[in-house]
């Protein structure tokens, strides 16, 4: 944060939020005004060089972004960025009238066409337009009008002469997705648990807002209550945000938001490109638009007057962003709705812990359209051969291919962290401390809990059976896509995960390819259990049940039974009867046959009190600081010091470690971990704490971050 004086004929015009040039040695960079205060020390301090010609930041954002600085340990000028209209990555240009305008976004605005093939790429005609249908076909359809050429073999005259002979459909599309933009649709009659959450949330609208859960099984009709809330907000005058976690793995809700709302639904997220964003933002900020939909940073959409933020899924880990600022979406969304007095609904099938102990509870207890909720079919892994697909999945999913239907196989995440297991009785080593399963490292082959450092040596036998059957164990998603191309060679393979799903449009050419008729399966990580509705799911299974509980985190648990819920959940939702399979090593692990059974409730009382019986979130909270750099013996040097410096600082704060993490990119990582009754107890301690050992760490070539209330430990 710097100071400048603000010269008398702009006096007028760098009120709070106004968007400043300011002299930086020779450059002029792009400010905020955060506040003016009487100059103090007079004279002394350089003069903005002008306002720049852009709306101001809305109050409400601007302090927003101030409690994230503090809150988060974080930069203010990363908080700030995250209010700013986007536009030119902060760029200034001075305009010939001496007027300074931010830099237009890289491209200019771009009109987006959709195009879909009407014919065969085969009976496209000349040679030239059968290879711009095959680019279209392996593009899933879409291209950018106004760059032909840019996506190869698709020169937009062609193109056109496609359209006109009646090869190839265009349509104009608004934002990154075609929103459907026919008649409206009306809504259904709500059922009487419906029209109770409506009833809650109109009334906390009204009432000046404030949180609910909105804990609804999958396909129970959360969104139709969103819906009725928001038209109700709108009634009232007031906007509405829509946070999903990912919105390409929910192509059907942005239809379906226009459909029943009109054009007024903006798409805010990450795939824009930087002119749909910008034009987005200006539709937001001028009221063109009352309703946002879009990811994590949707949540600092202009929209004024708002009424009411849905947080759907809000147990999604990716509402947390993993780099600076390390702010939590839903928590930021309780802030601005209760500065705003919007309500503020968080819905979910698995709701996390923190939000079942705290909110007050709205529930959709079953389906809408009455269907039941298939139940899991637990599948003992020991009783199995080696393989990662068991025989009843594999059987399953063989008969299910040749009625030419869809399933959804969901395995463990890639570049797993391993456990020791016990092939015989299922045994895992945890730590006796934390109550996490150890990690097995190599090179010596030790155990160490990545909560607290502690390590082990690897039992010989069991523990537990006295077997000599302790095994390494983690189930990659490239093993068992090889075992399901040898067990069901009639399925069309769909491999969904961070590297296929990974730029513009992927997930959903993805989606897109796995819909196309004919049986096909679905693989991946979590990603593939958050589709919001694919159609014709008869099978749906998790190869590796209790994977999650390998994470060494004290969320493992609440994950597993996430996954195990919401995978069940996609199966058989348009009344088709359906199979749910859970392979399990441990098939007595608590969360497999609650899971199995959808006992949210059950899961999450005791998970409550293991919570607080390991004095972990939502009973503390706690503060993670990773320290890392290229010289071993310089980050465990400095890791300690800190972690010493902070233990004398603040005798209310538990500190834990330094441990030692994974090395990454060849850098050496320690964490410390903090916990307290509240993040503020701790966060001062650590401000001062990092900036008396600034000048300490750059000489020593070590950073240290600070995640405050971080999603693993
Ligand atoms: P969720 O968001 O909880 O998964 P949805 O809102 O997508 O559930 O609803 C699931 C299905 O049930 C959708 O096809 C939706 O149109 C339908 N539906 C929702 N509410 C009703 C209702 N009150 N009457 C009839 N159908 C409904
Ligand atoms: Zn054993
Ligand atoms: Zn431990």
């Known amino acids: 944060m710097l100071d400048y004086a603000v010269p008398e004929e702009l006096s007028g015009a760098a009120v709070a939020g106004a968007l400043v040039a300011c002299p930086l040695g020779p450059r002029r960079i792009l400010g905020v005004v955060v506040g003016r205060d009487a100059p103090t020390h007079e004279g002394r301090l350089q003069p903005i060089a002008g306002v720049v010609e852009a709306p101001p930041v809305a109050p409400d954002l601007l302090e927003l972004a101030a409690w994230m600085a503090r809150y988060y340990v974080a930069p203010a000028a990363t908080c700030l960025r995250l209010v700013l209209p986007p536009g030119g990555g902060g760029a200034l240009r001075r305009a010939p009238d001496g007027s300074w305008r931010l830099a237009p976004p890289p491209s200019g605005p771009r009109e987006v066409l959709t195009a879909r093939l009407l014919a065969e790429p085969g009976d496209a005609g000349s040679a030239r337009r059968r290879k711009v249908a095959e680019a279209l076909h392996a593009a899933a359809g879409t291209l950018a009008a106004a760059a032909p050429g840019r996506r190869p073999g698709t020169p937009m005259p062609t193109v056109r002469a496609m359209a006109r002979a009646g090869v190839l459909a265009l349509e104009a599309a608004r934002g990154a997705e075609a929103g459907a933009a026919g008649p409206r649709s009306r809504p259904p009659t709500l059922t009487p648990d419906q029209a109770r959450a409506v009833a809650a949330l109109v009334a906390a609208i009204d009432d000046g807002g404030g949180p609910h859960l909105l804990h609804g099984v999958t396909g129970s009709g959360k969104t139709e209550v969103y819906l009725h809330a928001i038209e109700a907000a709108r009634a009232r005058g007031r906007g509405a945000i829509v946070l999903v976690p990912e919105i390409a793995l929910t192509p059907q809700l942005l239809g379906r938001l226009r459909a029943r709302l009109g054009p007024g639904v903006a798409v805010w997220h990450s795939a824009l490109t930087p002119a749909q964003r910008a034009a987005e933002h200006r539709r937001v900020r001028e009221g063109e638009a009352d ?49 705003a007095g919007a309500a503020v609904v968080y819905g979910s099938a698995t709701p996390r812990p923190e939000t079942w102990r705290a909110l007050p509870r709205l529930s959709l207890p079953a389906r809408a359209d009455g269907s039941p909720l298939p139940t899991a079919e637990i599948v003992d892994m020991r009783r199995q051969g080696a393989g990662p697909v068991s025989r009843p999945l594999a059987s399953a999913l063989h008969d299910a291919m040749l009625r030419g239907e869809k399933a ?175 392979q399990a090593p441990e ?92 993040a503020t107890l701790v966060t001062p301690h650590i401000r001062s704490t990092l900036a008396a050992w600034e000048g300490e760490l750059r000489r020593a070539g070590v950073r240290a971050g600070v995640d405050v209330d971080p999603q693993e430990t």
């Open 587 to 678: 098939p007595a692990a608590r969360v497999v046959p609650l899971g199995a059974r959808h006992a949210v409730e059950e899961f999450l009382d005791g998970e409550l009190a293991r919570r607080r019986a390991h004095d972990l979130p939502p009973y503390s909270h706690l503060v993670r600081i990773v320290v890392e750099g290229e010289a071993a013996d310089a980050v465990a040097r400095c890791a300690s010091g800190i972690a010493d410096e902070l233990r004398g600082a603040a005798p209310a704060v538990r500190v834990r470690g330094p441990a030692p993490l994974h090395r990454l990119r060849g850098r050496t990582r320690a964490a410390i971990l903090l916990a307290a009754e509240r």
């Open 291 to 339: 309703v946002v939909l879009g990811a994590r940073s949707a949540v600092f959409a202009p929209v004024p007057r708002l009424g009411l933020i849905v947080v759907d899924e809000e147990h999604d880990g990716s509402y947390k962003q993993d780099s600076s600022p390390r702010y939590d979406a839903r928590q930021v969304a309780a802030l601005r709705g209760s500065r």
């Open 408 to 582: 959804i196989v969901l395995a463990t995440r890639r570049g797993f962290a391993l456990m020791a297991l016990c092939r015989e009785c299922g045994w895992i080593a945890r730590c006796p401390d934390c109550d996490v399963a150890l990690v097995h490292h190599d090179r010596p082959a030790r155990l160490v809990c990545h909560h607290c450092g502690r390590e082990e040596h690897v039992p010989g036998v069991c523990p537990s059976c006295h077997a000599a059957a302790i095994v390494r164990q983690g189930t990659g998603a490239q093993g068992v896509e090889r075992a399901l191309a040898r067990l069901v060679p009639m399925a069309r393979l769909v491999r969904m995960d961070a590297s296929s799903a990974s730029g513009r449009g992927a997930v959903a050419r993805l989606l897109e390819e796995f819909a196309r008729p004919g049986p096909a399966i679905l693989l991946g990580t979590q990603m593939v259990a958050k589709g919001h509705d694919l159609p014709d799911v008869t099978v749906a299974a998790v190869v590796d049940a209790d994977a999650p509980l390998q994470f060494a985190g004290f969320r493992s648990e609440e994950r597993a039974f996430a996954l195990i819920v919401q995978i069940a959940g996609r199966a058989g939702r348009r009344g088709e009867p359906a199979r749910v399979f859970v």
